[in-house]
């Protein structure tokens, strides 16, 4: 019995040394790269901007696509902008934002721009760390395109960086997952119906699109709130509008 249970311990020395020899040769091409410090810009510039793209877009979205909206109301603490007005008692709205995506991709750049500026300074001093010497020439530009499951962001700033041989960068290109421009066409399409007929039936988006929400939210003054939201991500985009209003305090709050 005893000489059994010494044959069951060196069975299973020898499992657990096997696995550690299997697990090693798997990973050693990612244990090598970190032991030798290899740096990887386009990772150090995701993870730098994750958090300001994702505050940018909280402002953003529930604002109507405005840093500084105007033409707003105030709903909730938030000054909410209209992207389809009329004062106007039994007529339908104008739209105001013809271009709610392209306006929403320059909100974005001019509300990361300084974070971009600063994420490129700390990649510049990672790679000095790191004995290389970089040279960077021009102003930073920043673009951002919003694509259907993305957000691309484009840094125009060329680098050069140099130790035993010279690596040039003209540009970089970074993208984080996002269902933004599914909920920008969402509402896009709703500004449609409610500038051509004075309202929308939000019944019909969700019939088709089951990962989305739509809560419409009716004001005493005629005006409406809508929020698109995707249940996968819990994106959101909130906007305003005011169509086919009746006066009197006739559009009573509800949820449509």
Known sequence: ????????????????????????????PRINTIVSGEFNPQNFLQNRL?????????????QGGYSVPEGFIKYENNHVKYLCYTSEYYKPCKVQQPLIKDNYEQEIQKLIQKDVEAAMQELKSQYERRGYGVSQTGSIKTSIEIVPDKIKVYIDSPLIVTKETSQTFDNFEVEYTSKMYFLLMTATSIIDFES???????????????????EKNKLDDGSKIYNVEDVTTKESFTFATRSLAWPGGLGLRENG
Request: no cysteine; net charge negative; aromatic share 14%.
């Open 196 to 214: 051509t007929y004075g309202d929308s039936e939000t019944s019909l988006y969700i019939k088709y699109y089951p990962n989305l929400i739509i």
């Open 50 to 62: 994750e958090d300001p793209l994702s505050t940018a877009k909280i402002t953003l979205s529930q």
């Open 1 to 28: 019995m005893e000489k059994r249970g010494q044959v069951t311990i060196y069975v299973i020395i020898a499992i657990v040394i096997v696995a550690v020899i299997v697990l090693v040769y798997l990973f050693y």
